[in-house]
């Protein structure tokens, strides 16, 4: 029998096969490990569940070498197969062969007539319908830039209401950045904050986007050490008109007050209400428009330019 469950990609936000292996293991009830990590040492007969275009060349040769060291010691689940020596080997080399879909199977059945035809159910990690709910907080944002200790004050403060809530979760990445275990931990530090009440979009198309912060109570937006003026993501909530919650420093900009046209975080010892809720977002849609929008900003550079 398989004792765990090996694949190259670990991260299940970043891969589908990650995502794949580890809903795999918790059926069979065997651990994940990574293609190459020492911890494989552990195991008699691990179960590779693999696609051998993504790895680097140097980690498909180790696993080439691996695989040589190891024959008929392990099983092999191909979600993919290019024909190449190394994949041949691999194959020849496997005790079991399962593959993914009947192409697969056509393909490899000559090579390996013991192959075994399977398939992959779908990879829902968090099957949840969203619940409605009296409040509703959008917050996106860079996936590195996740502030958990003052999400836990916004916490505080959404209980403090007495009223039902959700939180949703968009993120994105900026180049040469990833979905790394540092991004992981702080996401399911948000999910221990507010466990049932939270849901993670992943990336969404502006539209996506811009229909949420339409149908949104308040957006969450918190940096290290204060808002700045050319945060886009704050602008483009303030400009549709979406009471904005988050952290003000006196490099801040000009004209943002506290339960005026924001919501400070660090002072506010409640959420405001419902009417309070509009009256804060009117004022910052007429802010964003009148102060920081395309208009203003072009009328200073043209200004600018003729000095």
Not at 38 to 47: E, I, K, N, W
Not at 72 to 90: M, S, V
Not at 104 to 126: H, W
Not at 199 to 210: E, I, M, P, R, W
Request: aromatic share 10%; with cysteine; charged share 20%.
């Amino acid at each position: 029998m398989i004792d765990c469950i090996a694949g190259y990609h670990v991260n299940p936000w970043t891969c589908g096969i990650a995502k794949f292996n580890m809903i795999l293991a918790r059926h069979l009830g065997l651990p994940v490990v990574r293609i190459g990590d020492a911890a494989m040492a552990g195991y008699g007969r691990p179960l590779l569940s693999v696609k051998l275009s993504e790895f680097s060349d140097r980690d498909a040769a180790d696993l080439d070498a691996w695989s040589q060291a190891h024959a008929q010691r392990f099983e092999l689940f191909l979600h993919a197969f290019d024909g190449t020596p190394i994949e041949q080997r691999l194959l020849a080399a496997a005790a079991r062969v399962s593959v993914g879909n009947a192409e697969l199977y056509r393909m490899l059945s000559a090579a390996r007539p013991d192959v075994q035809e399977l398939f992959c159910p779908g990879t829902m990690l968090s099957p949840q319908r969203f619940q409605r709910t009296e409040i509703a907080v959008f917050t996106f944002g860079m996936a590195h830039k996740i502030r958990v200790p003052l999400y836990r004050r916004l916490h505080r403060l959404l209980e403090a209401t007495g009223r039902s809530y959700s939180v949703y979760v968009s993120t994105a990445l900026h180049e040469n950045t990833s979905f790394d275990g540092s991004f992981v931990v702080r996401f399911e530090e948000l999910q221990s904050i507010f466990d049932r009440h939270v849901y993670f979009l992943g990336y969404l198309s502006d539209t996506a986007v811009y229909n949420h912060l339409m149908d949104c109570t308040f957006i969450a937006a918190f940096f290290e050490k204060g808002l700045r003026a050319n945060n886009t993501t704050v602008n483009a909530a303030m400009e549709s008109g979406c009471a904005v919650i988050t952290n003000l420093d006196e490099h801040s900009p000009a004209g943002l007050v506290h339960m005026t046209n924001v919501i400070d975080v660090n002072h506010c010892d409640r959420l405001p209400d419902l009417d309070e809720t509009q009256r804060i977002g009117l004022a910052a849609r007429e802010i964003a428009h009148s102060r920081y929008g395309w208009d203003q900003l072009v009328a200073q550079l043209r200004s600018v330019v003729q000095l």
